[in-house]
């Protein structure tokens, strides 16, 4: 039995465009008519899917249109998607910042939320000021907020101006302080929206291992919004993608994020324009001579690389494979210093071997360079491709790594 402790059915919120922000009185006089005769929302009927980039026919708009998905306790669920997607409304929605056009929410204790820098904190009031009084918003009483009050102080590193006015404050202190406060005080959800950006990097690091206590060993629930992938990932099982206000998708972590990246990645061969002198022209990947961007593990993969190979010396052409979070895997380099540059265009094929790269989403860089460190040419994020894990003798795991390396093993008697 599922222990449900967060449930959105048929979430809808409708906005209209330009500077009157929810209707003109003409347009109130007409919904109340329509309610008066127990007719619909006239308004309902009309409306733009949430396209920011391109322009639209009507003056409405569905920030969100029929969001539908359940969260279990203790579940971290991820919520990823381009900007505009509708993350922050349906978090808003969740939090009861804003009220849904249409649906309901339904959830089964205490909301806590961090939805932008200082949301909740009066700026003079004093950071001491700002626990108390944000604990009580939560429903905490003075002596829980009390009991708790000095780890949320050394949590959130700001000892030193605990009793200074919040508006001098950077923008990093507040979120330090703000997470400090709804991480501490215990809430049943923690709705978290992309708050951890303005923090450095060891905050951050420090934020997503509490999140991770409260999530597994507190068994409280986490919804995060995050455009940092190596962050959604390391935090969350599940995640949802949401794409022009609807749920694209909905599933485990690391198929939500390769989905994601697939969908805004250049998965296209590399072809410089013809008008840029560019002295790396073309980038192809192959398997057996033809092209194509879906591997299996057992398969060979070459990237099969053009250089207009001219006036330039002591050269080299390097190769780095970088996994889905944009990290470099590995490097490799053919040096060119050995050979006749006569030719005004030369080609290069760098084979990585069946059964190196693991399962998952990858791309490429391709670098011209001389010896000295002078770069000629650099091409990044090309060329995307899929390793996938059908016909292989891996072991059962969500998580194989990058590279599979072919150690050499040794029976000790």
């Known amino acids: 039995m599922k222990d449900i402790i967060l449930k959105a059915e048929n979430i809808s919120k409708q906005y209209r465009l330009g500077q009157v922000g929810t209707g003109t009185l003409s347009h109130d ?7 008066l005769r127990g007719k619909e929302d006239p308004y309902l009927k009309v409306g733009d899917t ?3 980039s391109t322009k639209g026919e009507s003056e409405y708009v569905w920030a969100l249109q029929d969001i539908n998905f359940e969260v279990e306790r203790g579940e971290v669920l991820g919520i990823i998607g381009k900007n505009g997607a509708g993350k922050s409304t349906l978090l808003k929605i969740l939090s009861k910042v804003t009220a849904p056009t249409t649906g309901s929410i339904k959830s089964r204790g205490r909301i806590a939320s961090l939805l932008e820098v200082g949301t909740g904190f009066n700026g003079e009031m004093t950071g001491r000021e700002n626990i108390y009084l ?15 009050l000095g780890e949320i102080i050394d949590f959130s590193g700001c000892e030193r101006y605990i009793d200074t006015p919040v508006k001098r404050y950077s923008s990093g202190m507040t979120v330090r302080l703000a997470f400090a406060v709804a991480a501490f005080l ?28 409260i999530s597994k060993g507190e068994g409280r629930t986490v919804l995060f919004v995050s455009h940092n992938m190596g962050s959604i990932a390391s935090l969350c099982k599940s995640g949802i993608y949401m794409e022009n206000g609807k749920i694209i998708m909905q599933d485990h972590i690391s198929k939500i994020i390769d989905s994601y990246i697939s969908s805004n990645s250049n998965s296209e ?10 002295y790396i022209s073309d980038v192809e990947i192959l398997n057996k001579g033809v092209k194509i961007n879906q591997f299996g593990i057992n398969d060979e993969i070459q990237i099969c690389i053009e250089v207009i190979y001219e006036n330039i010396l002591s050269t080299k052409v390097g190769v780095a494979l970088l996994d889905r979070n944009k990290n470099k895997v590995f490097t490799t380099h053919f040096d060119l210093s050995n050979i006749s540059n006569a030719r005004k265009k030369m080609y290069f094929t760098c084979n990585i071997p069946s059964k190196t790269i693991c399962p998952g989403l990858y791309s490429f860089d391709v670098a011209l360079f001389n010896t000295t460190g002078i770069l000629y040419d650099y091409v990044s994020d090309i060329c995307q491709i899929t390793v996938l894990e059908t016909g292989s003798d891996m072991y059962f795991d969500n998580n194989y790594g990058n590279v599979f390396v072919n150690c050499k093993w040794d029976e000790k008697y």
């Open 29 to 35: 006089l007409n919904r109340w008519w329509h309610q």
């Open 134 to 148: 944000n604990g009580a918003i939560l429903g905490m009483t003075k002596r829980e907020i009390t009991s708790k």
């Open 50 to 52: 949430n396209d920011r």
């Open 269 to 278: 061969n590399y072809k410089c324009h013809k008008e840029v002198q560019n």
């Open 186 to 213: 215990e809430p049943e959800i923690l709705v978290i929206d992309e708050v951890l950006a303005v923090g450095d990097a060891e905050f951050q690091k420090k934020a997503i291992g509490k999140m991770q206590d």
